[in-house]
């Protein structure tokens, strides 16, 4: 920590005034602290005390989850922590959360961090605050405007993490699981068939050795380049993994998972095996932070998918879900497609994952789209594919490459309309996809709402 100044004094002074102004408007605070943090002083985050235990949760996909699954154990145990649950993941978030537990002197109240921090921000964060613990769930090509491909991303990264720094990897990601090789590490995994893997999908982020430039041999693929490889030509390959999924029962939402203490019975979070990567994830945090099996088990057994990213209902007959679908992201995307194919029953799809901020930016890289796995909606289970926001033309052109049917399409410009579109009575379910921004959030709320409003007229008719 740095010795602080008087820019540092006034500055701290204007942003808990601020804070508390904002709090009294009944705004949550979370991102303007932060960003005035940094603009009146622009070394703020270097003048703040760090935490004793400070963890970064990073990565492509995931992190957010894993960091509210983690969160919610801790709190659940009674332990006082500081976390940006609630808030921005980049700089301006990060100060928002430190100063929320700090004094005015910019002491530290709690001796745990864990905080959500976007890849692309770390050279902004670690050398002021730097972690002891980094989890990182996967890295993707993601967001083209930003982040361009994974080298560039893993580049950032491993210019950025301190050697002192504990390691937490996904040991089936041979890109994330490379980082800062030099750094004392434990790795996470699915050990057993999860009943979803696709090795069909458009994108693979690592197909050559790093090393000598050989084409790896798979032992397996979860997806994309995400399984069990090896270089033929030299030790580059797959780690052995110190957590792991041994055994997945769906029906039950049940699985068994090897910790270095033995195995154990754990509550299935959700069954797309994403969600069972960032449980496996959060689990191995949470060990390495000194929780006990016993006490991670129970939290786990009240922990529900948060409503924002998965919520479904069975309405008059029908199951009405609506499910994230990450907006610049055709990983995130293509397993929500994975995930719809592999469901039962026939289905009806809304996608509303136009990105508002794209719009608003004026980008017209459409590139992601392109690369998203719309072939796995070319089943004979989806039966319809209403296409609606101000790019429905861009997906109709996308869905014809993925060899749909024309008749199973539709084009609805306005999004307000889009429940109107769907044929109720052809199928069981009825999939709402949105993107990340809460507006997005809330115009696929208003939707969703009307398809319940018609499906219970429907039913009162009948």
Not at 425 to 453: C, G
Request: aromatic share 10%; net charge negative.
């Amino acid at each position: 920590m740095k010795k602080n100044t008087v820019r540092f004094y006034v500055t701290i002074t204007i942003v808990k005034i601020a804070t508390k102004i904002l709090k009294l408007l009944g705004r949550n605070a979370t991102h303007l602290p932060g960003w005035m943090a940094n603009k009146l002083c622009p070394d703020f985050l270097g003048h703040l005390e760090k935490p004793e235990r400070l963890v970064y949760i990073t990565g492509t996909n995931g992190k957010t989850t894993v960091s509210n699954l983690t969160a919610e154990v801790l709190k659940d145990n009674g332990y006082d922590y500081i976390n940006n649950a609630s808030g921005s993941n980049v700089s301006e978030g990060v100060v928002s959360a430190l100063l929320s537990k700090s004094s005015f002197f910019g002491k530290s109240r709690c001796k745990l961090a864990v905080l959500e921090v976007d890849e692309r921000y770390s050279p902004l964060i670690y050398p002021y605050m730097p972690p002891d613990y980094l989890l990182c769930t996967n890295l993707f090509r993601d967001s083209y405007k930003r982040n361009a491909h994974t080298e560039f991303i893993s580049g950032v990264l491993n210019s950025q993490i301190p050697k002192h720094t504990k390691l937490i990897l996904n040991g089936e990601d041979l890109i994330s699981n490379h980082l800062a090789m030099g750094n004392e590490r434990r790795y996470f995994g699915i050990h057993c068939p999860d009943g979803h893997s696709s090795s069909d999908n458009i994108i693979k982020d690592i197909v050559a050795c790093p090393n000598c430039g050989a084409l790896l041999k798979y032992d397996y693929i979860r997806y994309n380049h995400i399984g069990r490889a090896h270089c033929p030509n030299c030790d580059f390959g797959s780690p052995e993994m110190d957590y792991s999924v041994e055994k997945i029962d769906y029906e039950n939402q049940r699985c068994l998972i090897k910790l270095p203490g033995g195995t154990y019975d754990f509550k299935l979070i959700g069954s797309n095996v994403t969600d069972i990567y960032n449980m496996i994830a959060a689990i191995a945090l949470l060990s390495e932070l000194g929780l006990e099996v016993s006490q991670i088990q129970k939290s786990f057994e009240k922990i529900k998918v948060v409503e924002s990213r998965y919520y479904s209902e069975k309405v008059h007959g029908k199951e009405l879900v609506l499910s994230l679908a990450k907006g610049q992201n055709p990983i995130a995307c293509s397993r929500i497609c994975d995930f719809i194919r592999h469901e039962t029953g026939t289905k009806a799809i809304v996608c509303m994952m136009d990105d508002c901020y794209d719009a608003k930016e004026s980008s017209e890289n459409i590139a992601w789209i392109f690369d998203i796995d719309f072939e796995f909606f070319n089943d004979a289970s989806v039966k319809q594919i209403v296409l609606t926001g101000v790019r429905n033309a861009d997906y109709h052109l996308r869905l014809l490459m993925a060899g749909i049917p024309e008749e199973k399409i539709v084009l609805c410009e306005k999004e307000e309309d889009a429940a109107s579109y769907v044929d109720y009575a052809a199928v069981d379910k009825i999939y709402i996809l949105h993107d990340l921004y809460p507006v997005r959030y809330e115009n696929a709320k208003k939707v969703y709402q009307d398809l319940k409003n018609r499906l219970e007229e429907r039913g009162e008719e009948a």
